[in-house]
């Protein structure tokens, strides 16, 4: 028995309508899930800095990872007026999705001295195994010594840091510093242009560890009042104002006299340093006076450094004071800022003092010893000179090395600064070590999957498709040559 066909052309909305969504489904089948952000699959936690000592430095952090960490690196710098000092490590790493990362820097090592009151920037550098990377916010502190707990105060451009109950000392260095910067700047015609830290000890004994090792001998008989231990730091260990002012007065006689290819002798630097004490000191005044009178006085070519003799180191500063006084009293403070600026300016000493004052070393000397009443001394004539040594009161801080090894050396045991080789103390984009700190983080490295725009355009072409394909089914309905429902062509 047959029956009426069914209209063939019936079917076709229906078939459209299927062609359409089994190609949507098919098109949302070929796409990958969308990617979440790549700066949350790695979360950077518990920032942290301590110090059980002066001599070392550790860094910490807590990370999460979904993929785990390949690798993590600290860049850290050490800001100095003079320009800031940089270097990196890197650290181990687990490679689990949640781990604590620990960076060891010793800060005080036979080619690195970093002093305590510096102030570091620093930032973690962070990749995990999928190849995304991760980089923390700049982050700054002033490292202090973690044995004690430290109170600070500013005023103006100087801020001291003490510890314990020696409030009275913290006053007496903040004054002392304030007023000696004012009276050198005076002096030598200079402003000091950036600010000024001072960190007091309670004793030279409790203090021992955060200074610059030197030899035993040295250190059994020299008392140790203060040091200016970089551009902008001085150190404190007797609070009395004599030693506080002449360790300020270095921080001026930097800015007045160093130039980028000179520096000025120790003995004019620490001939201007006592000077700008309340007096000069009996131990000074004591020691100067048995060698006028014994005719034992010290070349003034022999004063371009401090002696390495602990017994010369009265008559060191006593006779330094006593040159810079003569110059002041003879021709006048306007003409001792101006020595300074000429050696700033790139002349040697001997250079300076004959445009400034119309002699050189020798000369100087044997006037000196006139004005004290002994005889000139057979001079030497120039000589070759060159850049002498910076007293101790005026070392800066050495450079810091960067634990990255050179070409074909072994690597720095992972989580410490290695000591390789110190770096140049230039500027840290000079120095090799990496971008700066502070830098805007580089940007979470995009993923291997398609991002949400992408999932949009494609979606919305399928949703595109169905409706002209449907559209089109409807528009075949709709045509005149189509049969009256329930006719058929028949078999």
């Keep these: 028995m047959t029956g009426p066909r069914p209209p063939a052309r019936a079917f076709r909305p229906a078939l459209a309508l299927a062609v359409g969504g089994a190609l949507a489904v098919a098109l949302l089948a070929t796409l990958p899930a969308a990617s979440p952000a790549r700066a949350g699959e790695i979360a950077v936690e518990r920032l942290a800095t301590r110090s059980e000592d002066p001599r070392e430095l550790t860094f910490t952090a807590r990370v999460r990872s979904v993929a785990g960490l390949a690798s993590a690196r600290l860049e850290y710098l050490v800001l100095n007026p003079d320009g800031n000092i940089g270097g990196s490590g890197e650290v181990e790493v687990s490679g689990g999705p949640e781990e604590d990362l620990i960076f060891t820097l ?12 510096s102030e570091f920037s620093y930032r973690w550098l962070l990749e995990d195994r999928e190849g995304t990377e991760f980089v923390t916010e700049e982050q700054r502190f002033v490292f202090l010594d973690g044995r004690y707990s430290w109170k600070s105060r500013t005023e103006g451009l100087v801020t001291v840091y003490w510890y314990g109950s020696s409030t009275a000392a913290a006053e007496l260095a903040l ?14 015609e200079v402003t000091v242009p950036y600010p000024v830290k001072v960190v007091v000890w309670r004793s030279e004994a409790e203090g021992e560890l955060a200074q610059r090792p030197r030899s035993g001998v040295f250190d059994a008989t020299v008392i140790t009042g203060g040091q200016r231990v970089a551009p902008d730091l001085l150190f404190v260990f007797e609070p009395s104002r004599i030693v506080i002012r002449h360790e300020a007065a270095h921080i001026v006689t930097k ?46 070519r022999g004063l371009a450094s401090p002696p390495g003799d602990p017994g010369r180191v009265d008559l060191f500063y006593g006779q330094s004071w006593s040159v810079v006084s003569h110059l002041i009293d003879v021709y006048g403070r306007p003409a001792l800022a101006e020595l300074y600026r000429t050696v700033k300016a790139g002349s040697l000493i001997d250079d300076a003092l004959r445009e400034v004052y119309g002699l050189d070393q020798d000369s100087l000397y044997n006037e000196w010893r006139a004005a004290n009443g002994l005889p000139p001394v057979a001079v030497t004539g120039r000589s070759a000179i060159t850049a ?10 050495l450079a810091v090395p960067t634990s990255r090894p050179a070409d074909g050396a072994a690597p720095a045991p992972a989580g410490t600064a290695g000591d390789a080789s110190p770096e140049t103390g230039a500027p840290a984009e000079a120095a090799g070590a990496g971008e700066p700190a502070g830098a805007t983080p580089a940007a979470a490295a995009d993923g291997d999957g398609v991002g949400a725009r992408p999932v949009l355009i494609l979606l919305t072409v399928t949703a595109l498709l169905v409706l002209l394909l449907g559209g089109g089914a409807v528009a075949l309905m ?7 429902p329930g006719r058929g062509s028949g078999f």
């Design 478 to 484: 709709r045509r005149p040559d189509r049969p009256p």
């Design 106 to 117: 010793q800060t005080i090592a036979p080619r690195r001295y970093i002093p305590v009151g």
């Design 388 to 397: 002498p040594a910076p007293s101790e009161a005026t070392v800066a801080p």
């Design 255 to 300: 800015v007045a006299g160093d130039g980028p290819f000179t520096t000025i002798p120790s003995w004019l630097d620490e001939g201007t340093a006592v000077y700008m004490q309340p007096e000069p000191g009996a131990g000074y005044t004591v020691a100067l006076a048995g060698a006028v009178g014994g005719d034992r006085t010290l070349p003034l």
């Design 175 to 188: 004054a002392s510093t304030a007023s000696s910067l004012r009276d050198t700047e005076d002096l030598l």
